[in-house]
């Protein structure tokens, strides 16, 4: 039912900044807490940022101060701004939305970024 995009991956050097885009199916965007996650090469899934329905953020220490997570309810769209990219932050980086009414996760198809020395 909710189908997620995301957009906005790529390669850039060390200090760069990217931002990445989810486009968001479904009828009930506002509602859903959204977040961003991240997978690097051997290494377990891990949280980058959150963000409720009431726009409370949540931020992985890793990125505390250098990524931003935001959502345009109306576009249905969430984003993650990166600034000061570091090398350890290259990993493909899923959008996942949950469910208000199920707490259904709902998964995109990942973006690859890429993070030079």
């Known amino acids: 039912q909710v189908q997620l995009v995301e957009s906005g991956g790529g390669l850039v050097q060390a200090g760069g900044s990217l931002t990445l885009s989810c486009a968001a199916s479904?009828?009930?965007?506002?509602?859903?807490?959204m977040g961003w996650y991240r997978q690097a090469p051997g290494k377990q899934l891990e949280l980058v940022a959150t963000?409720?329905?009431?726009?409370?953020?949540n931020y992985a220490d890793s990125v505390k101060g250098r990524f931003t997570i935001s959502r345009d309810n109306a576009n249905s769209t969430v984003f993650l701004q990166m600034n000061g990219l570091k090398p350890e932050d290259t990993a493909v980086y899923y959008c996942?939305?949950?469910?208000?009414?199920?707490?259904?996760?709902?998964w995109g198809r990942g973006t690859q970024v890429t993070v030079s020395s």
């Open positions: 996942r939305a949950t469910g208000w009414r199920t707490g259904q996760y709902y």
């Open positions: 479904g009828n009930s965007f506002s509602r859903n807490t």
């Open positions: 963000i409720t329905s009431g726009g409370s953020t």
